[in-house]
């Protein structure tokens, strides 16, 4: 399957919405990995609840910080416009605007040097 019937099939599955497809499957383990990479501590089963209904079930006495949920759900919608903006060429906007769709809501955005859709005014030092 070449890359535009691969994009095709996957935007009429994001239309469609139906389970167990490659669209599903993509958005939810995307998003879980990248989420996990993070310290997001939101489970494989808890990210699919949150793709399928917009439900989470709280795991016994396990805190779930709310930027892990907004990530979640903002890397759904990422996907998405990645999905609907293959064709187009990477540009610095572009990058922004992904960032900004990942970051919206979340405490990163109220962060002046670390806002949605902006780059980083400071230097981050690695250990």
Do not use: C
């Amino acid at each position: 399957m070449d890359i535009q019937n691969l994009k095709a099939e996957l935007l009429r599955q994001m239309k469609d919405r139906e389970k167990g497809n490659l669209y599903h499957w993509t958005q939810t383990n995307f998003a879980y990995h990248s989420n996990r990479m993070e310290g997001s501590r939101i489970t494989p089963d808890q990210t699919e609840m949150l793709f399928e209904d917009q439900t989470f079930l709280v795991e016994q006495n396990e805190p779930v910080r709310l930027d892990d949920l907004v990530e979640v759900r903002n890397h759904f919608r990422l996907f998405d416009e990645m999905l609907r903006s293959l064709n187009e060429p990477l540009s610095r906007e572009m990058i922004l605007k992904m960032h900004e769709i990942l970051k919206r809501g979340t405490a990163d955005e109220e962060k002046p040097w670390l806002g949605a859709g902006q780059f980083k005014t400071v230097s981050i030092k690695l250990a």
